[in-house]
């Protein structure tokens, strides 16, 4: 069997003395290019068909309804290219990003639902310089500090709605959108009920994921109700606003409403920002120390996972029979069960 010398680029081995096939990411690339000058296009002209008589004599109830036809995707999928090509005629500045692929559809979609001719460029430097999975938490942020809190409270309670289809399986799919407060009270209820029961084997015998034990949680929130569990929302208070535990900004006139009958606790920040240090001898952190590595770690530190996290001694507390939050790391229960079955 001939051998070759080989050196790694980008991650791919790639042979020193004979060429290999194209690598996968080049591909890759190649294909996502292509698919994305197609979408600027796409868009613009599905929203100048829609503008235009044309789509009339196609015999179709609507525009969208046609488009859906040629391209053998549902109503709701051609809409949103309508009203997103629709949008981009009266801002160029993100047209023209879009185009020339400077941001992407994903963040162009995200983009239009706020932008205006007035603000499009304040939110377009935005997008540039954030993931397009974090943009919708910068954009909400944006929007919190340029309102005030009557004008976010009336913008959020326009926008709620709860709405739900039928899929091709039988299962019935839900699409919510809440109010930052009450999307915080329902995250916290599936989590804490999750934490607190014993997940069941599924039919198959295999173990349910977290989205299925969320879907069991929100069935025990819908038959009996929030029974004897009772649940923590933590709001961060800071100069500059309000938030939830994930970050999701919160008016203040909401925090000022949750006073009168809040139970508050101080969480105190040294000079750099970070949270105070208090330690114990306990077993179990308590909540303040709970709140500090909240606040420090956010996520799972070993794979990013924000569900199910449990508070993991580092040493194990059989080592050093303390519990300091220097030596606490957020972990979420897979990782946290892999780790210790590890070093056994």
Not at 52 to 68: D, K, N, R, V, Y
Request: glycine residues 4%; hydrophobic residues 40%.
């Amino acid at each position: 069997m001939a051998t070759t010398n080989a050196r790694r680029t980008s991650g791919f081995p790639v042979s020193t003395t004979r060429p290999m096939a194209r690598p996968l990411t080049v591909r890759l690339e190649k294909v996502v290019e292509s698919w994305a000058r197609t979408q600027f296009e796409l868009v613009t002209l599905a929203a100048e068909f829609a503008d235009s008589p044309e789509w009339i004599l196609t015999g179709s109830p609507t525009a969208a309804h046609w488009l859906a036809i040629i391209a053998d995707v549902e109503p709701c999928t051609t809409r949103e290219w309508i009203r997103i090509g629709r949008k981009l005629i009266d801002l160029p500045a993100i047209a023209e990003a879009f185009e020339s692929r400077a941001i992407s559809y994903s963040k162009v979609r995200t983009l239009t639902r706020l932008a205006t001719a007035d603000n499009e460029r304040e939110l377009l430097d935005i997008a540039t310089t954030t993931t397009a999975a974090d943009l919708g938490r910068a954009l909400a942020t944006w929007l919190h500090r340029n309102s005030s809190d009557e004008e976010l409270a009336d913008y959020h309670d326009k926008q709620r709605s709860v709405k739900w289809r039928t899929e091709p399986d039988g299962m019935v799919a839900f699409s919510l959108r809440l109010q930052p407060l009450l999307a915080g009270m329902l995250i916290v209820f599936l989590t804490t009920w999750i934490m607190r029961t014993r997940p069941q084997k599924n039919i198959d015998g295999e173990w349910p994921t977290v989205a299925q034990q969320h879907a069991d949680a929100l069935n025990a929130l819908v038959t009996d109700g929030a029974g004897p569990i009772e649940t923590e929302i933590v709001v961060h208070v800071r100069g500059t606003g309000s938030a939830l535990d994930d970050g999701t900004p919160i008016p203040d006139s909401v925090v000022a409403d949750l006073i009168p009958t809040a139970f508050i606790s101080a969480l105190v920040h040294d000079s750099a920002g970070d949270p105070i240090d208090a330690t114990n001898r306990r077993r179990h952190p308590n909540r303040r120390q709970k709140r500090l590595v909240d606040e420090r770690d956010r996520s799972c530190v070993h794979c990013g996972r924000h569900e199910l996290l449990h508070y993991d001694h580092v040493p194990a507390y059989e080592e050093t029979r303390h519990t300091v939050t220097t030596e606490l790391e957020l972990r979420c229960a897979p990782c946290h069960h892999t780790r210790h079955k590890n070093e056994r």
